[in-house]
């Protein structure tokens, strides 16, 4: 048998990625099939897009464990799978006949499968890259972006000449064989090699000074909490803005149904932006620095459509400003936490904080809820920001904490 060079595998790993993070990234468009689904089973489309809710937690509980996953069956097998289950999830969708199903087959199967590729296949593309960690998440998780892009148009097309149950199965199909195939592209990442100057033993609570933290080890750091409330606050702060974009534009700022529905190019467009600006400049400036510059970013997006004049151009500034924040966080964030945590680990210490996204994607609409209305959750959004900044502007790395030096010189005594 021959043997692929190290070299080949990690070219061949980053394309499989980039193929099948577009198709996972299909999900995102799942908004046009919330009017048909409607007429179907005859229910409100507010019932029908909760489906998407249930979606977004699933995908962060299963980003969370994928690391597991992984570690035990390889990111091939468990690619593979995650294909097929994506693929057979939007087959029974097809056969859905109330909420309850839909729910199952869309909220917890398709959100579950993923989860569970997005995640592991970006964290391990990103290891074979240690020195363009955030290059390649802007090239992988920019391929994400533009699956819900170019998806838009294939699932349109299905649903305007084909009947739902056909466009569905139709996505299915298309969606398992690109996973699927990127799956066969992918190879496990070697571990980093790190030198150590102590032996390690498993009753430390910091690591040695290779910088490797075990998911255990991370959780006990308060840098853990405070990424971990910052990654909260954008994502809440994003998924928010965006998921009811058009309802601000028309109900808030007062446009037309055809000009608020514009902000959906925008948000599409500035998203995609964030991604690849912010993580090509990760590689250039402190990862830190870069979170806090999307943070003051978010912050003026919500802050002029708190004080701004209620005009088309104030509003489209505004989506701008937050759906490049949030795009760029989400592609910035897994190099920062391998910055902080190391790269061997980072699948399971960054799907951790990812239930950040999970939860963010709920909160706004749980705040909007009690408080009532856009304003009183902007100023909620708009705290949290600002928390969040300081968060950022005070944090410092584990290994210059005092803590993580004394256990280094605790270690080196024994």
Not at 157 to 164: G, V
Not at 237 to 265: C, M, P, Q, R
Request: charged fraction near 10%.
């Amino acid at each position: 048998m021959i043997t692929i060079a190290s070299h080949q595998k990690k070219w061949l790993t980053l394309i499989g990625t980039v193929i099948a993070q577009f198709a996972l990234g299909s999900v995102y468009t799942w908004s046009l099939f919330n009017s048909p689904l409607a007429e179907k089973i005859n229910e409100p489309v507010s019932q029908i897009a909760f489906s998407f809710g249930i979606l977004s937690l699933a995908l962060a509980f299963a980003s969370s464990i994928s690391g597991k996953l992984q570690d035990r069956f390889g990111v091939k097998n468990v690619t593979i799978g995650a294909g097929v289950l994506l693929g057979a999830s939007l087959l029974l969708a097809s056969h859905a006949t109330n909420l309850i199903s839909l729910y199952i087959c869309i909220g917890l199967l398709v959100g579950f499968a993923d989860g569970t590729g997005y995640l592991m296949t970006l964290s391990n593309c990103v290891k074979y890259f240690p020195q363009h960690k955030g290059l390649v998440s802007a090239c992988a998780i920019g391929a994400y972006g533009l699956g819900s892009l170019g998806f838009k148009f294939i699932n349109m097309y299905l649903l305007t000449h084909f009947s739902l149950a056909q466009a569905f199965s139709a996505w299915g199909m298309i969606a398992m064989v690109m996973v699927i195939f990127g799956g066969l592209l992918m190879s496990d990442a070697p571990k980093q090699t790190v030198e150590t100057t102590a032996p390690t033993n498993k009753q430390h609570k910091l690591p040695t000074n290779s910088g490797e933290f075990t998911l255990s080890q991370t959780i006990r750091t308060p840098q853990f909490w405070m990424l971990a409330t910052v990654f909260l606050s954008i994502c809440m702060s994003g998924l928010y803005v965006i998921g009811v974009a058009k309802d601000i534009g028309e109900n808030y700022i007062h446009l037309s149904v055809t000009s608020a529905a514009t902000s959906v190019a925008v948000i599409a467009i500035a998203n995609l932006a964030g991604r690849l600006v912010l993580g090509v400049l990760s590689d250039k400036v402190e990862r830190i620095k870069v979170i806090s510059f999307a943070i003051l970013v978010s912050f003026a997006g919500v802050a002029s459509l708190i004080f701004g004049e209620p005009s088309s151009n104030v509003f489209y500034f505004a989506v701008a400003c937050i759906a490049f924040s949030f795009g760029g966080t989400i592609t910035v964030f897994p190099s920062l936490i391998s910055d902080f945590f190391g790269l061997n680990n980072l699948t399971k210490n960054y799907g951790v904080i990812y239930l950040g996204f999970g939860i963010g994607s709920i909160t706004g609409s749980i705040v909007a809820s009690i408080f009532g209305g856009f304003v009183p959750t902007f100023y909620v959004i708009m705290t949290l920001l600002t928390l969040s900044l300081v968060l950022t502007l005070l944090m410092k790395h584990p290994a210059k904490t005092k803590a993580y030096r004394q256990q280094l010189t605790t270690q080196q005594t024994i």
